[in-house]
């Protein structure tokens, strides 16, 4: 009888060890099939074409008002948890790319067609780290769901001016500071 219990618990060890992940509450940093690494800077040509097409659209901004800041210059990803970076920031290159197209749309000529190849290129790659990410909660709490929250009003609260004015002058920023963070994973001190 003593038998039969040690290879029944052996099985159910065994079938449950195959079940898949467990989600734990702080992943891993780097996840299977993430690759964010490659993007800690970005070469000079592509940074140049960013800053042409901020310079050029930045022009042909006209009378604009938020009734809040966008991106607060206190806002750090640095105060998220590791695993909370990427989708912060994935958050943020999706209204950053949701804005530049329609920008793109109106304006005569393809200032943004390089600058817009190479977010939804790190777009692409961002959202398969979000994707291989262990599952940590039905809901984000804290600080990133309240970042996740503003973003996601914006659209629905901010002027298309307003849109397009915190997007060009939190380009930068962007590419700078948060995509390298979140590349530099657990180094980003």
């Known amino acids: 009888m003593a038998m039969a219990w040690v290879l029944l618990l052996v099985t159910a060890g065994l079938s449950m060890a195959t079940a898949g992940p467990v989600p734990t509450s702080k992943p891993a940093t780097t996840w299977k099939g993430c690759d964010i690494g490659r993007f ?9 074409s960013f800053k042409m097409a901020k310079d050029a659209l930045e022009n042909s901004l006209k009378n604009w008002s938020c009734i809040s800041r966008l991106f607060p210059t206190n806002r750090d990803l640095r105060q998220l948890q590791v695993w909370e970076r990427p989708v912060a920031l994935e958050a943020e290159l999706t209204l950053t790319l949701k804005v530049l197209e329609t920008m793109a749309d109106r304006s005569q000529g393809g200032i943004l067609d390089q600058p817009l190849h190479t977010l939804r290129h790190i777009h692409s790659e961002l959202q398969d780290c979000v994707k291989a990410q262990p599952i940590v909660g039905p809901q984000p709490r804290g600080r990133l769901h309240h970042w996740l929250h503003r973003l996601h009003e914006a659209s629905k609260k901010e002027s298309q001016g307003c849109l397009e004015a915190s997007v060009l002058f939190n380009l930068f920023r962007l590419l700078k500071k948060d995509l390298e963070c979140v590349a530099s994973g657990d180094l980003c001190v």
């Open 40 to 48: 800690k800077s970005l070469s000079p040509r592509e940074l140049k």
